[in-house]
Structures are given as C-alpha cells and as structure tokens.
C-alpha cells in the first residue's frame, strides 16, 4: 500500500507517518530525508547531480527529484509499500511518481490531506487535491482534530483502501 501524507508544515505528517509505520508496518519516507541520505554519501549519478545543485543553491528539477526517491525504493524495503511526505507537492511531480510508480506495477493506494483551515496552504494543494480526488484516492481530514481522532480516521481510510485495492490487511 502507497500512501501519500500531504500538507502545510506542522500539520501532523510525520505524526501520522509513525502511526501508520507503528499500525500497519509501511516504511514512513520524508522526501527530505530522503534527499539528505543520498546526498550525504551519493552512490548514483542522480545523488552526485543532486548534491552538485544543492551545493550551489539550485533547485532540483522535478524528475531528479522522482530519480532520488525511485533509488530510494529500490532498496528493498518498500517492497510492500510505505507513507511518503514532501513529495508530491506540485502537478509535475505528481505526474511524474505516478508515472514511475505505474512503470513498477505500483500506484498510490490513499492520498491523505491533513487540512489545518488555512486558505493559503490549501490553494497551495488544490491542483494537487484534484489529481487525487479525480481518481478517488484523496481524502481530507481536519488535522486540528484530536490526535487520536486524526489517527483513527487515517486508520479508517487505510482500510478502506486495502479493501478498495483488495490487498491483505
């Protein structure tokens, strides 16, 4: 199972990250982190050029970006699936982790965002929302809920998806 953990900064992600690591055994990946180990000690051509560009205060480009996470995934302990943060956060990226997701028979399983009524941050995402509302994975919760409120409803939506994907519990 994918899921995906969207919203603003201190929204509850990595919270719920853990949750989801803690109930249902999936690996939480934080694209910051992500990036920051393949750059600390860069193993591929992808990890060489991200840390060239972020040594001079460059932006990565969107499909280095998905290079790094897919490297990532590659490492075997994703296999069954993982909560993933900071990564998609634009249209681009989207298309372009769906795209390598699909060319590794694998789709995003729950899109979950973590709304903290704040207009500006859900402008921010609202392209995004509808990608995901589109093909019925998105799912929206008030994160100033509270946090065992917020963990069941993630709880809920996982189930939900196992049984839409027809995956084992």
């Known amino acids: 199972m994918i899921v995906l953990l969207m919203g603003p900064p201190s929204c509850g992600k990595t919270t719920q990250a853990a949750h989801i690591m803690e109930q ?7 694209f910051a982190q992500v990036l920051a180990a393949a ?4 193993k591929s051509g992808a990890a060489v050029e991200a840390k060239g560009l972020i040594a001079t205060g460059e932006r990565l480009p969107e499909a280095l970006a998905i290079e790094i996470l897919k490297e990532r995934l590659d490492e075997g302990d994703c296999a069954k699936g993982f909560s993933l ?3 998609p956060v634009n249209m681009e990226q989207a298309a372009l982790l769906d795209g390598m997701l699909a060319r590794k028979g694998l789709g995003v399983d729950a899109a979950i965002y973590l709304d903290v009524q704040d207009q500006e941050w859900h402008d921010l995402y609202e392209p995004l929302l509808g990608w995901y509302m589109s093909s019925g994975k998105l799912a929206t919760l008030n994160s100033n809920m ?3 409120e917020v963990k069941e409803c993630v709880s809920d939506i996982l189930k ?3 049984a839409a994907a027809a995956l084992p519990p």
């Open 146 to 148: 509270y946090l065992d």
């Open 160 to 162: 939900a998806a196992h």
């Open 24 to 30: 249902h055994g999936l690996p939480a990946l934080d």
């Open 85 to 87: 943060e900071g990564i």
């Open 39 to 42: 750059t600390a000690t860069p």
